[in-house]
């Protein structure tokens, strides 16, 4: 991390119409949600910049500056929609508090190496704010679908109850009917029927096929991994459509046995991938170590290769199980109504009764999405320090 570096003022040309431009974009944020995209984006630079030019230039006082713009923009939005517009209002006030003073004092350049030109300087922070948008961008879905599912009416928007935080406005009944409904019960049973097996045979022969393809000696090694990694990358559309023509031929079709097959194929490329990334820093020499002191191939495989590349293995797994969970397009081929599983369960509560309760369901599918990308992460730092890439 670069040193820090001295901070001088930063000129009022600067840092005025960059605020302004700030206050821009929220401003279109605001008025799109009134109906006048256009006034919110002139009335948001305008305020904005005044209020930072008020706020640096003659008050002076960061602290009392930015409480100040907390509670004016609180209010305002008080005025506008009620509390949760305060609330609202009041973040915008502490992060415009924060940038106006953060560009006023030039704490810009505090963590920049102090040899970077503005432009660099101005790349530097773009591309955070880019990132920072298109992981906004991403995370709006489920930052509205999660309490949405509290809703206590039978709707898929904001009521006004609970706009205004009021406790009639928020139930737990969606999450009771997915509980006690026979029909979600039945089809998370199928889930968690097809899922673990897929995902023993995804991991079976994905770590088998990774370790095969190690070898330097394989021949064909790219193009058998293209063939094995293929579900991957061709649309979801047509290897379902494949699978369905195919099964259908060898009776498999609407069975148990054939959505498993078809879910472990799509499967295998993520233990592939993981598992092939985990031996890259494997070393041969403990294999060969192995076979010199008289222990068999499998001997060798468990209790050598195995602890070694089992963070990657397991990775995999999640990513298989976390797959065969939530896909609905191939099922949709390949099972019968005995194998309604919850991706398809929730497409026919879209499709025929726009049933509130998919919104509770996928509530508890991100945390447990969440929850095994948090394994994911804590078995990928594992790996990385038992190969030596990162510290203990």
Aim: hydrophobic share 55%.
């Amino acid at each position: 991390m670069a040193a820090l570096t001295p901070v001088s003022r930063t000129p009022i040309s600067f840092y005025l119409p960059v605020v302004a431009l700030a206050g821009a974009i929220a401003g279109l944020l605001v008025g799109t949600a009134q109906g006048s995209p256009l006034l919110g984006i002139l009335g948001g630079a305008i305020l904005m910049a005044g209020l930072a030019f008020l706020t640096t230039q003659i008050v002076k006082a960061e602290t009392p500056s930015r409480w100040g713009m907390v509670v004016l923009l609180g209010g305002a939005g008080f005025l506008i929609g009620g509390l949760a517009a305060a609330l609202i209002g009041a973040a915008f006030g502490a992060f415009f508090g924060w940038f106006t003073f953060w560009l006023f004092e030039g704490r810009y350049r505090a963590y920049v190496p102090p040899y970077l030109t503005p432009g660099q300087v101005l790349w530097h922070h773009s591309f955070r704010v880019i990132c920072g948008a298109i992981l906004v961008f991403l995370i709006t879905p489920i930052l509205v679908v999660m309490p949405l599912s509290f809703n206590a009416q039978d709707f898929f928007t904001f009521t006004p109850e609970m706009l205004r935080f009021d406790p009639a406005g928020y139930s737990l009944k969606h999450y009771e009917d997915f509980f006690t409904n026979l029909d979600w019960q039945g089809a998370l049973a199928n889930s968690v029927k097809i899922a673990p097996a897929a995902t023993l045979l995804s991991v079976a022969f994905g770590t088998l096929a990774a370790i095969g393809l190690s070898q330097a000696h394989v021949p064909f090694r790219r193009a058998i991994m293209a063939i094995l990694i293929s579900p991957m990358i061709v649309p979801l559309i047509i290897s379902a459509a494949g699978m369905y023509f195919f099964y259908s031929r060898i009776g498999l079709q609407g069975t148990y046995l054939g959505v498993v097959l078809a879910h472990a194929a799509l499967g295998i490329p993520f233990v592939i991938i993981t598992v092939t990334a985990t031996l890259v820093g494997f070393d041969n020499s403990l294999t060969r170590a192995a076979a010199n002191m008289g222990a068999g191939p499998v001997t060798t495989f468990f209790r050598v290769q195995m602890p070694l590349i089992l963070p990657g293995v397991i990775s995999g797994g999640l990513f298989a199980f976390i797959t065969s969970f939530d896909e609905v397009v191939v099922v949709l081929f390949v099972g019968s109504a005995g194998q309604k599983t919850l991706p398809w369960q929730m497409f026919t509560g879209l499709r025929e009764q726009i049933s509130p309760t998919i919104l509770a369901v996928a509530t508890i599918l991100v945390i447990l999405s969440i929850a095994l990308l948090t394994v994911v992460e804590m078995l990928r730092r594992r790996s990385e320090r038992l190969r030596g890439m990162s510290p203990g």
